[in-house]
């Protein structure tokens, strides 16, 4: 899912940002780093807060991807 196809609001799972490419069909990444690299960086504040939507389910707000992915220069 490319930046300029996500809808405007809504959540993004772990795997729509970083990606999957074992997934069926591939799921390109948003921002390309690693699981573990991804949950530090959430711990350390780098990347954006989660927010749980149940015991197991845990989002990401899309505003949040976007302003991230445009503070570092990826927006456009």
């Known amino acids: ?3 300029s196809t996500l809808p405007e609001t809504g959540f993004l799972r ?26 530090q960086g959430v711990k350390t504040g780098r990347f954006p807060k989660a927010v749980k939507l149940g015991e197991r389910t845990t989002v990401w707000r899309i505003e949040d991807i976007r302003a991230y992915i445009d503070s570092q220069g990826g927006g456009q």
Do not use: F, Q
């Not at 772990?14 to 949950?39: D, E, F, Q």
């Open 14 to 39: 772990l795997p729509h940002i970083i990606g999957n490419p074992k997934a069926s069909p591939p799921i390109p990444a948003l921002i390309p780093v690693s699981k573990t690299t991804w949950w």
């Open 1 to 3: 899912m490319a930046l």
